[in-house]
């Protein structure tokens, strides 16, 4: 019998790829570094709320942050996916609300 040695992060990241719960904790681990994703005046007037089906539903305050970050959406999903080390978000919806 042969022995296929993983550590837990690659057990994690395998079943990321392949389970939607996983892939879904993994876009919620997001708001960790969200600060770093977004920058910190953006950070300080959004957040994640929900993940389905590749939609990455965010709060913003007003209307403002919405139209900035509608601005940055190309660049926050690439920004995210490469955090979370696959594409699972395949489109953001933004939400306002506090």
Known sequence: ?????????????DLVTSSGLFRKIRVFELNK??????????????SIVDFTDGTLIIRVDDGMWL???KLRENILLERMNSAIGVEAIKRIRFRIGR
Request: no cysteine; glycine share 6%; aromatic share 10%.
């Open 33 to 46: 570094d969200w600060e770093e994703i977004v920058g910190k005046q953006i950070a300080n007037h959004s």
């Open 67 to 69: 139209n900035e970050m």
């Open 1 to 13: 019998m042969k022995w296929n040695h993983q550590t837990i992060g690659q057990i994690f990241d």
